[in-house]
């Protein structure tokens, strides 16, 4: 199978950032070049770069691209552009936590340096060994969601997915997907359902062109057709990824996940969420603190440019869903299989430091 590459630093200090620009598949694998935080920007706001993991990677490499204009220059001209560059990638979307994780991540170990006395071209270096280690640890997170939640599928098992929570939204592998990659890596058979996620069709575009390229059995269906193929028996788990995740458990996920939780629930079948430690919000009591992204009206009005509605019709379109903890039979993160859902459990695992 070629190696494709979701994002990636070429060079050093002065380098830049390649990604994948996920708007044109699965009709063309290209890549886009960024050169500043401004083309960073746009990539996550227009979903060039998307999935939470990947977003913060995005950012924190924009960072590094922001402060290329002013490494030469004094630490207060150098601290103050850090500033405006983190404040400005922090407007690009407001759900996935992972963005402003990463974010706070890059502008803490800047200061620490600065009150080191490093001078910004030094601080430079360090933020992009920093941006590269973030990178990295997302490659060993989802590897060890995948170990874990694997026991989690049966052998045989018919596994319902939405969105895209693969290599494609992460550095390599993807959360949920790693789930199903490990387990058939482990010699079970596996058959994924995977939904179309209207209105950007992360689904059909991106999850089936990755199941495909691995040659994991899958079937594309309609969001509609879920809860029906849930009542025929064809389904066995679900596993989804996630934005946010509160401290109670209660997770955001792309708009639709909710409905299809509560299918779930309906036909007692497991719901699981697969997420990294990067992607709790431990400051949120619950889901109903998660700010969710309201997109734009033509999203839901067009298909490829086509109206699919009349003009001027009134819309709705909020990007994510929350799904209550008590309709989640388990997170998988890498430090294990979190259950039941509940905030005790989620602080027992999350704020000790081991990751395994
Ligand atoms: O709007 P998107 O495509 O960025 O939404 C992505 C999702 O909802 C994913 O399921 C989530 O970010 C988890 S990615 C490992």
Redesign the pocket.
């Known amino acids: 199978m070629q190696e494709v590459r979701t994002l990636y630093w070429v060079g050093g200090t002065e380098g830049r950032l390649r990604l994948i620009d996920q708007t044109r598949l699965p009709g063309e694998l290209v890549e886009l070049e960024c050169r500043n935080a401004e083309t960073v920007w746009e990539a996550i706001r227009a979903?060039r770069v998307?999935?939470?993991?990947?977003?913060g990677i995005a950012a924190a490499y924009g960072i590094c691209l922001g402060l290329q204009t002013v490494a030469g220059q004094d630490a207060a001209a150098f601290h103050a552009r850090l500033q405006e560059v983190a404040d400005y990638l922090a407007e690009s979307?407001p759900t996935?936590v992972n963005l402003f994780w990463a974010i706070r991540r890059m502008t803490r170990r800047a200061r620490d340096l600065r009150d080191a006395g490093a001078s910004p071209i030094e601080t430079h270096q360090a933020l992009l060994a920093e941006a590269q280690a973030i990178e990295a640890e997302d490659r060993r997170m989802c590897r060890a969601i995948g170990r874990h939640g694997a026991e989690l599928l049966p052998d045989g098992a018919g596994v319902l997915t939405?969105?895209?929570?693969?290599g494609l939204?992460?550095a390599d592998y993807?959360?949920?997907l790693a789930v199903v990659y490990a387990a058939v890596e482990l010699g079970k058979r596996v058959h994924v359902f995977v939904d179309e996620t209207r209105p950007?069709l992360?689904g059909a575009r991106l999850t089936a062109w990755e199941l495909r390229r691995r040659e994991i059995p899958c079937t594309l269906i309609c969001d509609s057709m879920a809860a029906m193929v849930m009542k025929q028996g064809k389904v066995q788990a679900v596993v989804?990824?996630?934005?946010r995740i509160a401290r109670n458990g209660d997770a955001a996920?792309?708009i639709g996940?909710y409905g299809v939780a509560l299918a779930a629930a309906a036909h007692r079948i497991p719901f699981y969420v697969a997420?990294p430690s990067s992607?709790f919000d431990l400051s949120l009591d619950s889901g109903e603190e998660i700010p969710i992204e309201l997109r734009a009206a033509g999203e839901v009005t067009h298909c490829h440019g086509r109206p699919v509605a009349p003009e001027g019709i009134d819309v709705y379109n909020p990007?994510?869903d929350v799904t209550p903890a008590g309709l989640i039979a388990a997170l998988v993160c890498e430090r294990g299989v979190l259950r039941p859902v509940c905030e005790a459990r989620i602080a027992e695992v999350l704020e000790t430091s081991a990751t395994s």
Do not use: V, Y
């Not at 939405?162 to 693969?166: L, S």
């Open positions: 979903l998307r999935g939470a993991p990947a977003i979307r996935a939405h969105c895209n929570a693969g939204a992460t993807g959360t949920a950007l992360q989804t990824g996630a934005d996920n792309k996940t997420a992607t990007a994510f």
